[in-house]
């Protein structure tokens, strides 16, 4: 099975998550934390990526990254290549370093982004490795690096403290320390709620973001193999574009869809439409147009 095709264009914010393949932690190995850092701050330099925030675990890494253009195959095949070339040499290991394929997460600019952030920025205080407010002496993070003076150019720590509406300088390091511990949480429940939030699925932000960036995606990449939960949501919003135009067209409402038959021609019409011109599927037309059980839309469809 052919692997799915990343989702990249200009401009495009992403939430990247890589996992060691060895059983021991891989970057606390000796200088292999370091090593990745390095060749992290070196990929950003060519790819002229701009970084809001990255934590590098025991075993695992984050990274809030902004690509200006759509290179992040190239950059991150780059970067883990790189790594792994590096680490086995020190190391005098052999074969793959990391465990499958990174995971990238596209994010919405603003609330979301800001979301994500402190929780990358708060992994090592909610892994135990450092208590909250010595959250700044874990030195793998671009938390430790915002309060120096001197810092990697791709490190972005203006637009983060922006985001948090706040100037860049010490004392709004200060505010977003509070801020940080403000929003720290202790519950194992709503930790668990968090992690699934910020690393589950292909889109982290508001339904609305999610719809036009679809909208988007469909019009830059009509051909696209994407797969899984990515793919049927890119489906179903151009299905559901598809049909908010023909509703227009046929100056027919939402509340329409309720109120006239299930089998009513204009309904009929779209479905057609839906089933001659994308790959929809009788339930989700069913569905959409409420027209009762799936099996109507078969029968409907056949009528002349």
Same mark, same amino acid.
């Given at each position: 099975m052919p692997r799915k095709e990343r989702?990249?264009?200009p401009g495009a914010i992403y939430h990247i998550i890589s996992r060691g393949n060895y059983r021991k932690p891989l970057f606390t190995l000796h200088g292999s934390g370091t090593a990745f850092e390095e060749a992290l701050f070196e990929v950003a330099d060519r790819c002229r990526w701009r970084i809001f925030a990255y934590v590098i675990m025991n075993n695992h890494y984050h990274v809030a990254v902004e690509t200006p253009e759509a290179n992040l195959v190239a950059g991150m095949k780059w970067l883990q290549g790189t790594f792994a070339t590096r680490f086995n040499r020190l190391h005098q290991e052999q074969g793959h370093v990391f465990q499958g394929r990174y995971k990238s997460i596209l994010v919405e600019e603003g609330r979301p982004l800001l979301g994500l952030i402190n929780y990358i920025h708060l992994n090592p205080a909610r892994a135990g490795l450092v208590s909250i407010d010595d959250l700044r002496?874990? /030195?793998l993070s671009s938390y430790a690096h915002y309060w120096k003076?001197?810092?990697p150019a791709c490190l972005d720590r203006a637009a983060v403290l922006a985001l948090a509406g706040l100037p860049d300088s010490t004392e709004g390091m200060r505010s977003y320390e509070a801020l940080l511990a403000s929003v720290d949480e202790a519950n194992p429940r709503k930790r668990a709620d968090l992690h699934n939030l910020y690393t589950r699925g292909w889109f982290l932000g508001s339904k609305e973001a999610k719809r036009e960036l679809i909208t988007k995606l469909m019009k830059l990449h009509p051909k696209a193999a994407w797969s899984g939960r990515s793919r049927r949501e890119l489906n179903e919003e151009l299905w559901d574009q598809f049909v908010r135009d023909e509703l227009r067209r046929a100056q027919k409402s939402e509340e329409d869809i309720l109120r006239d038959p299930k089998g009513a021609r204009w309904k009929v019409d779209i479905a057609r439409s839906l089933r001659r011109q994308f790959t929809a599927g009788n339930r989700w037309i069913a569905q959409r147009l409420h027209m009762g059980h799936p099996t109507?839309?078969?029968?409907?469809?056949?009528? /002349?």
């Open positions: 989702i990249e264009y002496r874990y /030195p003076r001197q810092r109507r839309v078969s029968l409907a469809l056949r009528s /002349p």
